[in-house]
Each structure stands twice: as C-alpha cells, then as structure tokens.
Antibody, heavy 120, light 106 residues
Framework: QVHLVESGGGVVQPGRSLRLSCVTS????????MHWVRQAPGKGLEWVAV????????YYADSVKGRFTISRDSSKDTVYLQMNALRVDDTARYYC?????????????WGQGTLVTVTS | DIQLTQSPSSLSASVGDRVTITCRAS??????LAWYQQRPEKAPKSLIY???VLQNGVPSRFSGSGSGTDFTLTITGLQPEDFATYYC?????????FGGGTKIEI
C-alpha cells in the first residue's frame, strides 16, 4: 500500500533554513504530483506547494513563494521542501501528500507529518 | 485566490444523528471540490472528491453534493469514530485552498 514518510523537521531560529524530505513507496512515483501541506498548532490546513509528476511544474502558496522550493528525485521516490528565510509563522506540522493525478487535484494519501518550530 | 467558507465552524451531535456541513466558494469551482476528515493528532484522510465521489473504503454514510459555489458534506447516522474535524478543499486553480474546518463534537 501507499506510504509517505516525512522527516527533517526540528527547531530552528528565524532566518535559518531547513530541508524536509518525504520518502514514498507503494505506487509509481513518476505518475503522481506531490504536495506539501502544513498545519500550524491548533489551526487549519494550508496548502504550501506542488510539484508536477514529471518535475516540470511547481506552484506555491503566496505565503512561501520565493522562500520555499519543492523538488523531487525519482531515483529515490522522494520529494523535498527546501525552506529558507524561515519565519516564526512558518511553525507548523508539514505533511507530504500525494496528488490523485499529475499535479493540481486533490490529495488522496497523506504522510504523518514532521514538525517544524521556528523560534528564537 | 478562491476562498472557501465552511459552516458551522463547530457543532455538537450525538451518535446516530444526521449532520450536514456546508462549504461555500468565493467563485465557481464546478465540482472540483474534495472533503477530508482529520481525527485528533492524526493526518487528514480523503473522504470525497469531485464533490460527490466517495474515496475507496469510505463508509456509505458519508455523502457529498453541490456544484459551482455551494457544497455540502452529510453524515447519515453519526458513529463514534466520526467525531473529528472536516475540511473542504478546491482544486479549480493553481492556488489550492482549504476551508477553515468544521469540528464535530459529542
């Protein structure tokens, strides 16, 4: 079955960088777009970014555009989120989610998330 | 960006109740709308896509309807495991957004 396992979260100071990873298994990675979705403590869900099934397109939420970069490595069935210039309001649990198709649709499988805390 | 407004933000219900949650979009999204369930301290789970299509394995007591700007999620015969927070999400543009969530409490 489909598995998504995130890692790379932790405590970081404002202005610093962090890279999250999401290792996938149980499906043909190159057939699906991949997303990152975050959830601040006690808050709702916020879509962060998507990368197309072939890696040729990326889209970002305005709140992270220019600071975050999504990428994928098909040789490792892994998607990444490079987060630069982190701010206190980036504190959240970050979920990796599989797109039901090639890119901008809905999320049919989710990982358990990794917690990012930005604090001085 | 397309805004999604869910109502109510929370509700109290009992096992066996019929519950309806609404999701209103700031502009038309056709039927490009999905619903998710999130139990406490768990990852979200896909329930419905294309406004009314049940994801594999989702019990038939869940149903979705609507198109354009107005959508509903209905649970007929609430079960103990259904007490959770529910989110709608549109996929009609390159800026995906979620509704604010509806928490169903006992």
């Amino acid at each position: 079955q489909v598995h998504l396992v995130e890692s790379g979260g932790g405590v970081v100071q404002p202005g610093r960088s962090l890279r999250l990873s999401c290792v996938t298994s149980g499906f043909t990675f190159s057939h699906h777009g991949m997303h990152w979705v975050r959830q601040a403590p006690g808050k709702g869900l916020e879509w962060v970014a998507v990368i197309w099934y072939d890696g040729n397109n990326e889209y970002y939420a305005d709140s992270v555009k220019g600071r975050f970069t999504i990428s994928r490595d098909s040789s490792k069935d892994t998607v990444y989120l490079q987060m630069n210039a982190l701010r206190v309001d980036d504190t959240a649990r970050y979920y990796c989610a599989r797109d039901s198709s090639s890119g901008l649709t809905y999320f049919d499988y989710w990982g358990q998330g990794t917690l990012v805390t930005v604090t001085s | 960006d397309i805004q999604l407004t869910q109502s109510p933000s929370s509700l109290s219900a009992s096992v066996g109740d019929r519950v309806t949650i609404t999701c209103r979009a700031s502009q038309g999204v056709a039927t490009w709308l999905a619903w998710y369930q999130q139990r406490p301290e768990k990852a979200p789970k896909s329930l419905i896509y294309a406004a009314s299509v049940l994801q594999n394995g989702v019990p038939s007591r869940f149903s979705g309807s609507g198109s354009g700007t107005d959508f509903t999620l209905t649970i007929t015969g609430l079960q103990p495991e259904d007490f959770a927070t529910y989110y709608c999400q549109h996929y009609n543009s390159d800026r995906l957004t979620f509704g604010g969530g509806t928490k169903i409490e006992i």
